[in-house]
């Protein structure tokens, strides 16, 4: 018996992977996260499977149902947002599962950072304007560490995602604009992939403004940094001509 915590992707049911979804038609058990997870994520489960949305438990919850499966030699589909790694709260209850001597395991899904990137048709990290990717969140209920907030972090002027941001959007702007400057670029992704995506282009002195006019304050994504910038942006040598690698002789190069 095992308990898999499988990516579902951003909420696209063809987004989730092979795997993921191999493990959800088989498991007889499967627990899913109602609030960012879209049921036809789960509907591949067994027939007579017991489909659960864990929006409304708690983890005492979740985690004796999982208990429960593991006395009767059930493995578990363990459903959650995005990939499970980032901001997936799954620490807790694998620590509970050790505990119980449950076996687990972590299957990878695609984040809604880099469908929100393919959405946009942008590469995050393009040659000339930004190498960095900085993942993070405005401090909200569960804080953060003293060595990561969101003005430090913004000394750097790379890219950044923030993720669970979207209710502290004047702390956001407050924050970001001594170092991005008011004029920054931002675009803020809602849903992405689900039928009622939502793509906004803004800057850091309309953020506020704009989602409030666009009712977002939920399960939105906001991006800022120089792979915005379509000016600072160049091409990489890979795929240049002159550039030898050891799949490819330069053009320029003599024999």
């Given at each position: 018996?095992?308990?898999?915590?499988?990516?579902?992707g951003p909420?696209d049911?063809?987004?989730?992977?092979?795997?993921?979804?191999?493990?959800?038609?088989r498991?007889p058990v499967?627990?899913?996260?109602?609030?960012?997870?879209?049921?036809?994520?789960?509907?591949c489960?067994?027939p007579?499977?017991l489909?659960?949305?864990?929006?409304p438990?708690?983890l005492?919850?979740?985690?004796?149902?999982m208990?429960?499966?593991?006395a009767?030699g059930?493995d578990?589909?363990r459903?959650?947002s995005?990939?499970?790694?980032?901001?997936?709260a799954?620490?807790e209850?694998?620590r509970?599962?050790?505990?119980?001597n449950?076996p687990?395991?972590?299957?990878?899904?695609?984040s809604s950072?880099?469908?929100?990137?393919?959405?946009l048709k942008?590469e995050?990290?393009p040659a000339?304007?930004?190498?960095?990717?900085?993942?993070?969140?405005a401090?909200?209920?569960?804080?953060?560490p003293?060595?990561e907030?969101?003005?430090?972090?913004?000394?750097?002027?790379?890219?950044l995602?923030?993720?669970?941001?979207?209710?502290?959007?004047?702390a956001?702007v407050?924050?970001?604009?001594?170092s991005y400057?008011?004029?920054?670029?931002v675009v803020?992704?809602y849903g992405?992939?689900?039928?009622?995506?939502?793509?906004?282009?803004c800057t850091?002195?309309?953020?506020?403004?704009?989602?409030?006019?666009?009712?977002?304050?939920?399960?939105a994504l906001?991006?800022v940094?120089?792979m915005?910038e379509a000016?600072k942006?160049q091409?990489?040598?890979?795929?240049d001509?002159?550039?030898?690698h050891?799949?490819r002789r330069?053009?320029?190069e003599?024999e």
């Amino acid at each position: 018996m095992t308990v898999y915590f499988i990516g579902a992707g951003p909420g696209d049911p063809d987004l989730l992977t092979i795997k993921g979804r191999k493990l959800i038609e088989r498991c007889p058990v499967c627990l899913y996260a109602g609030s960012l997870v879209p049921a036809a994520v789960v509907a591949c489960a067994p027939p007579n499977a017991l489909v659960i949305d864990t929006a409304p438990l708690h983890l005492d919850q979740i985690v004796a149902h999982m208990t429960a499966a593991h006395a009767a030699g059930q493995d578990v589909a363990r459903v959650h947002s995005g990939d499970p790694t980032i901001y997936g709260a799954i620490a807790e209850q694998m620590r509970r599962l050790d505990e119980r001597n449950i076996p687990h395991e972590v299957v990878p899904g695609v984040s809604s950072f880099t469908a929100a990137a393919a959405a946009l048709k942008l590469e995050l990290t393009p040659a000339g304007a930004n190498q960095t990717i900085i993942l993070t969140r405005a401090p909200g209920r569960t804080g953060l560490p003293g060595n990561e907030s969101l003005a430090d972090l913004a000394r750097h002027r790379v890219g950044l995602v923030l993720f669970l941001s979207a209710a502290q959007v004047p702390a956001v702007v407050e924050a970001l604009t001594p170092s991005y400057g008011p004029e920054a670029p931002v675009v803020v992704a809602y849903g992405v992939s689900w039928p009622d995506q939502v793509i906004m282009h803004c800057t850091l002195a309309t953020l506020g403004d704009q989602m409030k006019a666009a009712k977002i304050h939920l399960t939105a994504l906001i991006l800022v940094g120089p792979m915005l910038e379509a000016e600072k942006v160049q091409d990489s040598r890979l795929y240049d001509a002159s550039y030898t690698h050891r799949f490819r002789r330069g053009q320029n190069e003599e024999e």
